[in-house]
């Protein structure tokens, strides 16, 4: 299968593009440049079977009006170029494979994928455009997915990367009071959703990319110290992440339990369903 990706040089991206390389599958970039000329996007998706689109600013950044800026016109930009080159396409790829998060859902409650009760701040009101955005490519020649990814763990990069010296100097703990949600899912499982649905024809609509088994972010820290055999006690207070990171606190102070209804129903058989099995497989380089 020749498949054209957007964000391919990002974390999940690069995941993506060397298993899918592995087992025989052709990827090729949508650059920058691209997106910002119809005729070259139009070629990069020629003869292609699909589209996974991936681009996006990162959000774990301050939120400065600037950046917020950059993270709507990285998503909504690049998925309208995308989508408008899908449809002037006489033979256009069969599937795309837009990207959201499971931020779209309201906080601090349980959600699946049928949940009407959807968060209305910045970060959840751009989910929601963005899902718009990419449903427009929809067809009779081309199937629409939209994947909602939860906390995405792997051990060369995302949240892992930045949180795994810290908890080995001894200085990991909680995020606020820990309670909040953590809905998450190993690189793999996430790798194999992928493949799943590109794949099978009859698959399409909304995806929750997480695993089954939700938890805290109390529960993620004490695991992940234990996993590292490093204590865990520390916290980092509510006000001093609102003084670094500003609004984008949110991210890190707020979260739902959020469950892969559609995957289950679907026959999906997770490799890691429980946190302690991925954080063992990541930590101990059996990814």
């Known amino acids: 299968m020749r498949i054209?990706?957007?964000?391919?040089?990002?974390?999940?991206?690069?995941?993506?593009?060397?298993?899918?390389?592995?087992?025989?599958?052709e990827i090729v970039a949508i650059t920058?440049?691209?997106?910002?000329?119809?005729?070259?996007l139009l070629a990069t998706l020629k003869k292609c079977d699909?589209?996974?689109?991936l681009a996006g600013a990162n959000i774990s950044e301050r939120w400065t009006p600037l950046h917020k800026k950059a993270m709507t016109s990285s998503r909504l930009e690049t998925t309208k170029a995308i989508v408008n080159a899908i449809k002037a396409m006489q033979t256009p790829p069969r599937v795309l494979i837009s990207t959201s998060a499971v931020?779209?859902?309201e906080n601090g409650k349980e959600h699946d994928e049928t949940s009407p009760e959807l968060d209305d701040g910045f970060l959840g009101n751009l989910a929601k455009e963005w899902e718009k955005e990419a449903l427009n490519?929809?067809?009779?020649?081309?199937?629409?997915?939209?994947?909602?990814?939860?906390?995405v763990l792997g051990r060369s990069g995302g949240a892992l990367e930045q949180m795994i010296p810290i908890f080995k100097l001894g200085l990991g703990g909680t995020l606020g009071d820990g309670k909040q949600g953590f809905s998450w899912i190993h690189i793999e499982d996430l790798y194999r959703a992928y493949v799943a649905v590109l794949e099978?024809?009859?698959?399409?609509?909304?995806?929750?990319?997480?695993?089954?088994?939700?938890?805290?972010?109390a529960e993620f820290t004490k695991e992940l110290g234990k996993v590292l055999g490093r204590p865990a006690f520390f916290r980092a207070p509510s006000f001093v992440l609102k003084l670094k990171f500003g609004e984008g606190a949110t991210i890190l102070l707020e979260g739902s339990k959020v469950y892969p209804k559609k995957l289950l129903s679907e026959d999906f058989s997770f490799f890691y369903p429980k946190i302690e099995q991925a954080l063992d497989a990541i930590i101990n380089q059996r990814e």
């Open 103 to 105: 931020g779209i859902y």
């Open 200 to 217: 099978d024809e009859s698959k399409e609509g909304i995806y929750n990319l997480c695993a089954p088994n939700p938890i805290s972010n």
């Open 4 to 25: 054209a990706m957007s964000g391919a040089n990002g974390f999940v991206g690069r995941y993506l593009s060397k298993r899918l390389v592995e087992n025989n599958h």
């Open 32 to 40: 920058r440049q691209a997106i910002k000329d119809e005729s070259s």
């Open 50 to 53: 699909a589209v996974i689109n």
């Open 137 to 151: 490519a929809k067809s009779a020649n081309t199937r629409v997915a939209i994947f909602r990814f939860g906390v």
